[in-house]
């Protein structure tokens, strides 16, 4: 999952859940460095770190507790700062403990990760590279960023994995333009203002040419961020000449013409993009949008249903098709939608609410009836799941 957060951070949870924030991409300037974190998230789950690690704090709970115990009855019976130097010491040595677990952990993710990396295709020598600009960020700041305090760096850790990157062998893919487009839209996203986006895209331009084909791409975007559609256009078509066949920019031409309310050649770029690839979530996405924009809601509807179908776990397209249905006349469909909204956000209250009011709305309509109970059991599924933890 994406974190809509530009500071620097990324997290393994239980679930095989891998959390990243935007960030990320501000900070990573590889591809290869990128992925070089993903891998090191991945080895964390693959090696079971977080389990793992409650386990242990489980075995060293009674020694603790123990050694605590005898501390306070030596402090209480007269022992007096002996006693209090013994809890003291207790503590201390556990919190020692449990940093050398973690550190025996993120060694353990490192060198995982840098086998999955090369085995991915990637240059592993993009984790101590992106281990070093990590270095460089805390050094030069009083704040450093989250990811460093649940991932510390030191000089050790970054010798032992280019130490362990150059074992492997060099090689393996370092970046994409791909890669670079999508740094470029997510630096433009965390930028407030979009004529100092354009002032520093173009300046990449000046400084590495024409040729620099992800700065024109962040310049088209903060362009038709400002209404500045003509010039957007000039810089699409270059962008297009170069690559004809990149979905990227084909995607941003669908986008152009939507923001200057073509929607009709809009829908008709869509298309044409979909019967080449089908099922692709930003196209069908848009698509749903300027149906919407078009008034064609009940096309919307369908759209949007179909997106729902192939992403059953996503808050953001329930969340759209609750809308797209209450423009289409759907209020069954509005009141379950919300209901999968609310269920992927964590308020099963007004899950609840929801579904009953679905059920209200779906008279006799007997499969209406069975798919809404259907998702009250698993609702109530849930709720039990809750209270066992």
């Known amino acids: 999952v994406v974190i809509n957060s530009s500071q620097l951070n990324a997290f393994a949870a239980p679930g095989g859940v ?23 998230e991945l080895a964390h789950l693959s090696q079971r770190h977080f389990a793992r690690n409650l386990e242990h704090q489980q075995r060293m709970r009674i020694p603790l507790m123990t050694a605590m115990l005898a501390s306070v009855v030596l402090a209480a019976s007269g022992g007096g700062d002996a006693g209090f130097a013994a809890l003291a010491s207790t503590q201390a040595a556990a919190i020692q403990e449990q940093r050398r677990f973690s550190r025996q952990n993120e060694q353990e993710a490192d060198r995982i990760g840098l086998l999955n990396l090369r085995q991915a295709g990637y240059d592993p020598g993009a984790m101590p590279d992106m281990f070093e600009r990590l270095s460089q960020l805390s050094r030069f700041d009083r704040t450093p960023p989250e990811f460093l305090l649940t991932h510390p760096v030191s000089q050790s850790r970054i010798a032992d994995s280019r130490n362990r990157a150059e074992q492997l062998g060099g090689g393996g893919r370092r970046d994409s333009l791909d890669y670079q487009m999508l740094r470029a ?5 965390y930028e407030q203002s979009p004529g100092l986006a354009a002032q520093r895209f173009r300046a990449q331009l000046e400084e590495h040419g024409e040729q620099h084909h992800a700065a024109r791409y962040g310049l088209m975007q903060a362009l038709l961020r ?25 995607y941003a ?25 089908p099922g692709h979530f930003p196209l069908l996405f848009i698509k749903a ?47 379950s939608a919300r209901a999968e909204y609310f269920m992927l956000a964590g308020d099963l209250a007004q899950a609840g609410e929801q579904l009953d ?13 069975a798919r809404i109970r ?4 698993e609702l109530e599924r849930l709720r039990e799941v809750i209270k066992g933890f």
């Not at 400002?226 to 084909?250: C, K, T, V, Y």
């Not at 031409?253 to 690839?277: F, K, P, T, V, W």
């Open 226 to 250: 400002a209404s500045q559609f003509d010039e957007a256009e000039q810089q699409l078509q270059q962008l297009l000449s170069a690559e004809p066949g990149n979905l990227i920019i084909r």
């Open 357 to 369: 009011l679905a059920l209200r709305r779906s008279g006799d309509n007997f499969v209406h009836n």
């Open 185 to 189: 839209r997510m630096q433009l996203f």
């Open 18 to 40: 891998i959390g990243v924030n935007g960030g990320l991409f501000l900070h990573a300037r590889s591809e290869s460095e990128f992925a070089s974190v993903m891998a090191h």
């Open 253 to 277: 031409q669908i986008e152009l013409e939507a923001g200057r309310g073509l929607h009709a050649q809009a829908l008709a770029h869509a298309d044409r993009l979909l019967e080449e690839h």
């Open 374 to 377: 259907a998702r009250q059991q």
């Open 289 to 335: 949008d300027l149906l919407m924009a078009s008034q064609r809601h009940r096309e919307a509807e369908q759209v949007i249903d179909r997106l729902a179908g192939l992403r059953p776990g996503d808050p953001d397209v329930w969340y759209l098709a609750a809308e797209i249905r209450g423009l289409a006349g759907n209020i069954v469909g509005v009141h």
